[in-house]
């Protein structure tokens, strides 16, 4: 069945996102009429609408436990299937590490030329990740410890593994508040966790 879907454009590409409790987000960056899927959720029309943007290269997983569909889709579409989240890279992006735990290995993506920012999971624009006033908010997991080497960048888009992106001049303010707040918006996370479970 079809799932329910929103659009987030880009000048390059576009988002996905699942309308879902999780909203789920996947990415189609396209350079050089090369289209690379971020994390992607198998959805035909989305799949459709990237193929137009020009050949697929390859679906690059940031996650360890972010499987979602980059296995099948890679197959399907012979094309490699990166597994970022232990280093490797691809494409015109740089590979940055998040976290390197056993129960949680973790990449995001830095794309210089165009200012794009992708993190799978520690950051996000989900109501779970950001319950105050800011559009972005770190993992709730992370908040003591918010991996701060992603505040390090000045994005113009700052595309999430949950909910819509942030872009423009809103984009580095989001994320600098986000970490800015870690700590102090743990409570409210918390209780938007339980609220989001009855």
């Known amino acids: 069945m079809a799932k329910s879907l929103r659009f987030d454009e880009l000048p390059f590409g576009f988002s996905w996102v699942v309308k879902e409790r999780g909203q789920r987000t996947s990415h189609a960056l396209a350079v050089d009429g090369r289209v690379w ?3 992607p959720v198998d959805e035909p029309s989305a799949l459709e609408r990237a193929s137009a943007l020009g050949e697929f290269a390859g679906v690059i997983q ?3 436990r972010h499987t979602r569909d980059c296995a099948q889709i890679s197959t399907r579409f012979g094309v490699p299937h990166v ?3 232990n280093g490797a890279a691809a494409g015109p992006f740089e590979v940055v590490p998040v976290l390197r735990l ?6 995001a993506l830095w794309w210089a030329a165009t200012r794009t920012l992708v993190v799978a999971e520690a950051v996000g624009t989900h109501p779970v990740w950001a319950p105050g006033t800011g559009p972005a908010g770190i993992h709730f997991m992370l908040r ?3 991996p701060r080497r992603l505040s390090t ?3 113009e888009h700052l595309l999430v593994g949950h909910g ?6 809103q984009a580095p303010v989001a994320l600098d508040e986000a970490f800015a707040r870690s700590r102090r918006e743990l409570p409210s996370a918390l209780f938007k966790i339980a609220s989001s479970l009855r």
């Not at 056993?102 to 990449?107: A, F």
């Not at 819509?164 to 001049?169: I, L, W």
């Open 37 to 39: 899927l971020i994390d």
């Open 62 to 64: 940031l996650l360890d």
């Open 83 to 85: 597994h970022a989240f």
């Open 102 to 107: 056993p129960v949680w290995k973790e990449s």
């Open 144 to 146: 003591l410890r918010p």
């Open 153 to 155: 960048y000045r994005p």
């Open 164 to 169: 819509m992106g942030v872009h423009g001049r």
